[in-house]
């Protein structure tokens, strides 16, 4: 949880308790580790949050500011919601309205939403769900013929019953993320290649084990995908951070 100085928002808020971006990020990178400055500035471009300015144009954030911050972060990495939703969610929840959010993603409850309150305290570990179609246009924000190009791409491809798996959802909001910097889905067909090529190289170490027949084995071999997964994860990044020549936080 996020832990800010005491003070209200908007122009009450006392001056030594307001924050420049750099004392925001080192809070934030308690929980979020990889949130950077662009971040928090594009959420300031995206409505999610209003800063105020100094004469000179420098940031200053207030405690609310951060809390908010916060929120919009955890709504994005727990349940993977487009911005325009955290957006409208936050804001009625500050109306003093009852907003709940979709049934989405990694969402604990598979009911038909849950209170924006219980989404501030910790997280639960997520559970593998599925998804329809219509529920992924939702999430992403997206309409048909976006996702039917996704799809000739080979960036997300339904399931045999029509609809997605949970990972799916985080594909989606990547890919939308990607595009605000006019990264198009054609372009992401070399790392849908490497992805396939990654994830074929796993599968080679890991089948043996899936046929064994001890069961206690075939267990393992799922432990070990997740595990070998993870690390070619990270090896993708760490390669991909030195050829640009960049180190993210």
Same mark, same amino acid.
């Given at each position: 949880?996020?832990?800010?100085?005491?003070?209200?928002?908007?122009?009450?808020?006392?001056?030594?308790?307001?924050?420049?971006?750099?004392?925001?990020?080192?809070?934030?990178?308690?929980?979020?580790?990889?949130?950077?400055?662009?971040?928090? #500035?594009?959420? %300031?471009? =995206?409505?999610?949050?209003?800063?105020? +300015?100094?004469?000179?144009?420098?940031? @200053?954030?207030? /405690?609310?500011?951060?809390?908010?911050?916060?929120?919009?972060?955890?709504?994005?990495?727990?349940?993977?919601?487009?911005?325009?939703?955290? $957006?409208?969610?936050?804001?009625?929840? =500050?109306?003093?309205?009852?907003? +709940?959010?979709?049934?989405?993603?990694?969402? *604990?409850?598979?009911?038909?939403? %849950? +209170?924006?309150?219980?989404?501030?305290?910790?997280?639960?570990?997520?559970?593998?769900? #599925?998804?329809?179609?219509? %529920?992924?246009?939702?999430?992403?924000?997206?309409?048909?013929? %976006?996702?039917?190009?996704?799809?000739?791409?080979?960036?997300?491809?339904?399931?045999?019953?029509?609809?997605?798996?949970?990972?799916?959802?985080?594909?989606?909001?990547?890919?939308?993320?990607?595009? !605000?910097?006019?990264?198009?889905? !054609?372009?992401? #067909?070399?790392? @849908?290649?490497?992805?396939? #090529?990654?994830?074929?190289?796993?599968?080679?170490?890991?089948? /043996?084990?899936? $046929?064994?027949?001890?069961?206690?084995?075939?267990?393992?071999?799922?432990? +070990?995908? @997740?595990?070998?997964?993870?690390?070619?994860? @990270?090896?993708?990044?760490?390669?991909?951070?030195?050829?640009?020549?960049? *180190?993210?936080?």
């Amino acid at each position: 949880m996020l832990h800010t100085p005491s003070g209200g928002a908007g122009s009450g808020t006392a001056a030594a308790d307001m924050m420049s971006i750099g004392a925001v990020l080192n809070v934030l990178r308690d929980e979020f580790p990889e949130v950077t400055v662009s971040k928090i #500035r594009f959420l %300031e471009a =995206e409505g999610l949050i209003e800063p105020q +300015r100094t004469p000179s144009g420098y940031r @200053k954030f207030s /405690p609310h500011d951060v809390e908010r911050l916060g929120h919009v972060l955890r709504m994005q990495r727990d349940h993977y919601l487009p911005l325009k939703v955290i $957006r409208e969610h936050l804001d009625a929840l =500050e109306r003093g309205e009852d907003a +709940r959010l979709p049934a989405l993603g990694r969402q *604990r409850d598979a009911g038909d939403g %849950e +209170r924006l309150g219980e989404l501030f305290t910790e997280p639960e570990p997520p559970t593998a769900a #599925r998804i329809g179609r219509a %529920e992924l246009l939702a999430a992403a924000g997206i309409g048909e013929p %976006e996702l039917a190009e996704w799809e000739s791409y080979g960036l997300v491809t339904p399931l045999r019953d029509g609809g997605y798996d949970a990972e799916t959802v985080t594909v989606a909001a990547l890919v939308v993320e990607l595009g !605000r910097f006019g990264i198009e889905p !054609r372009h992401l #067909r070399a790392m @849908k290649a490497a992805a396939d #090529r990654e994830a074929g190289l796993v599968d080679q170490v890991v089948s /043996p084990l899936r $046929r064994h027949r001890n069961p206690q084995t075939r267990a393992h071999a799922e432990a +070990r995908t @997740k595990e070998l997964a993870g690390l070619t994860a @990270k090896l993708h990044a760490a390669l991909v951070q030195s050829a640009l020549g960049v *180190r993210l936080p």
